[in-house]
C-alpha cells in the first residue's frame, strides 16, 4: 500500500481513563521495545523495529501494548502492531500517523507500507491505497 501527499496530523491521544501513554522510543527503550515485539510477533519485526529510524510505542499499566516503527528501509512505513489485550483503543491509527508525520518532517511525500493487513485499517485510517501486489507460492522441494 502507499500513502501520499501531507501526513495525517497526530490523533488525540486515547483517553487517560484507560491508562494509555504514547512515547517516541530513544536509545534507552529500543530494546525494552524491541523485545516486546519479538514476544508478540518475531524476531524479523523486532529487528526492523530496533533499526528502524522512527519508532513510537504505547503503554498501559506500565507494559508496551502497541508500537509503530518506520525508515528500516528507506522510505517504508512498518512494521506495527498492538497486543490482543490492547486492540480496540484506537493506538495503531495514533502510532500510524505520528510515524506518518514523522517521515513528512524528515522530508518524504510518500510512504511505502510493506506487507499490509488489514488492508481496511490502513485505507481508513490515512487514506492508503494499494500500488501492488505480491502473491507468495510454495513448493515442497524434493
Not at 522510505?75 to 483503543?89: I, N, V
Not at 507500507?113 to 485510517?125: D, E, H, K, N, T
Amino acid at each position: 500500500m502507499e500513502h501520499d501527499g501531507p501526513a495525517a496530523a497526530p490523533a488525540e491521544e486515547p483517553p487517560v481513563r484507560q491508562g494509555v501513554t504514547l512515547h517516541k522510543a530513544g536509545d534507552q527503550d529500543r530494546r525494552e521495545v524491541a523485545a516486546f515485539v519479538e514476544k508478540e510477533w518475531n524476531e524479523r519485526w523486532a529487528w526492523e523495529a530496533s533499526s528502524a529510524t522512527g519508532l513510537h510505542y504505547a503503554r498501559r499499566d506500565g507494559q508496551i501494548v502497541a508500537f509503530a516503527a518506520w525508515g528500516a528501509r528507506p522510505g517504508w512505513f512498518g512494521p506495527m502492531g498492538t497486543s490482543p489485550a490492547a486492540r480496540g483503543l484506537g493506538l495503531g491509527g495514533v502510532l500510524l500517523r505520528r510515524c506518518l508525520a514523522e517521515q513528512h518532517a524528515a522530508g518524504l511525500s510518500e510512504a511505502q507500507i510493506g506487507w499490509v493487513g488489514p488492508l481496511r485499517f490502513y485505507s481508513r485510517a490515512v487514506g492508503a491505497r494499494v500500488e501492488r501486489v505480491f502473491w507468495l507460492y510454495r513448493r515442497d522441494l524434493r
